[in-house]
Each structure stands twice: as C-alpha cells, then as structure tokens.
C-alpha cells in the first residue's frame, strides 16, 4: 500500500518502506502526537523519535526486537509523556538536543549538537539545531541515497508554517530563518516532512509560502 502519513490516534501505523529503512508513523495521545519508529532493514536495529505519549502503543509498534536509542525532538513535554515507560522497557538510549535536555524528565545520555550522526543499523541520520519553538529543537535528516531526504521536523516545521513562537517576533524570525537556512537552502523540493503533529508534506510543497509566512510573522 502506498504510504500517505494520514495516522489518526487509536488508529493503525502507517509505514514508509524505503530501500534501506522502514518507517512505522503512529499518532498518540490527547494532542495527536506523531511518533516515528526507525528500522534498518539490513541490521534489524530500531530507533524510535519522540515517545510522546501512551507507551503501551509504542511498545508493541517496537515488538519484540526493542530498540536501541529514542531521540526527543524538543523539550516540550507532550513529546517525552511515554519516554520514562519506553527507556525501563526497552533498555534504550536517550537522544536529544545539547540545549533542551535539561527540560526533559528522563535523563539524556546523548546529548546532541548541529551536524552530529545519529545511527539506525546501518543508516545515517545528521542532526539539525533549530531555535526558536525552543531553545534546542532537533530536526533529523535522513538523505536516502536511493531516493530524495526524509525529514523529521518534530514542532519546528509543519504543513502551512514554521512552529508555534508564541507572538514573540525575534523567536519566530530565528526560527523561520533556521529552518529556510538548514533545510531549505540544503535539501531538494522532493525532501518528505514528517512532523511532530499531523499529516506530512514535502519541501517544494511548502517552499513557495516562506515569503508568505514571513510576511504574516508566524
């Protein structure tokens, strides 16, 4: 079946087969979470990208095989509500940004910069460092060399918008410029986003609103 990343919660999986990684999107929780499970198809090893919320979902979309690392995109705690119940069953390693760790719970082991490789078998993913939704929001970036960029943006870009600034101008300029700066002027129009709520979309469908969105201020 064709991959859409129209998940809904209480809802199956829907999964994005690629060459050399499958990628399981299910939607938790009371604020429509979207949680990624990473799995390499030559190794088996899984990784999971935000444990946001009812980790009895999340466990048995991991199955048997667990996982080897969880990565929380931000500090925002709808993204981190089933991290403490993941980690105790799963023995995974913790992963978020150097400048939001402080704000989650569970304690991070790997603590992340701008340009740091994050692994899944023998898949590779970089670290983006993107301010203003909060101080040390990850984007990762998974350029598929056989195929265009998958994205996961977590809250900082979504269809329609950069994430929510709060009406703080300089926050949202920081943001927007972040974002045009390390993914747009980077990666092609065909890049997929998956965001940390909602349905996905792609690059070149959003890149002709970035003026737009300037303009507007949020």
């Known amino acids: ?123 590779e993913l970089t670290a983006r460092h993107l301010t203003g939704h909060t101080p040390g929001s990850i984007v990762l970036i998974y350029d598929d060399p056989h195929g265009h960029p998958h994205v996961f943006t977590g809250d900082c870009l979504f269809p329609g918008g950069v994430g929510n600034t709060w009406g703080d101008p300089a926050a949202f300029v920081t943001l927007l410029d972040d974002v045009q700066h390390k993914l747009f002027d980077r990666l092609p129009d065909e890049s997929w986003v998956y965001p940390g709520h909602g349905g996905d979309t792609t690059l070149g469908d959003e890149r002709p609103k970035l003026g737009e969105w300037r303009e507007r201020g949020w």
Request: one cysteine or more.
């Open 1 to 123: 079946m064709t991959y859409s990343g129209a998940v809904k919660v209480g809802g199956p999986a829907d999964v994005h087969e690629l060459t050399d990684l499958m990628i399981s999107k299910v939607a938790v929780g009371s604020m429509n979470n979207n949680a990624y499970l990473l799995r390499c198809r030559y190794t088996g090893e899984q990784l999971l990208i935000d444990a946001a919320a009812e980790p009895h979902t999340l466990l048995r979309l991991i199955g048997d095989d667990g996982i080897m690392s969880v990565v929380t995109t931000h500090q925002h705690g709808d993204h981190w509500q089933a991290l403490a119940e993941v980690v105790a069953a799963t023995g995974a390693r913790t992963c978020a940004g150097k400048y939001d760790a402080q704000g989650i719970a569970v304690p991070t082991d790997v603590l992340l910069q701008d340009g740091d490789t994050v692994r899944v078998g023998r898949v």
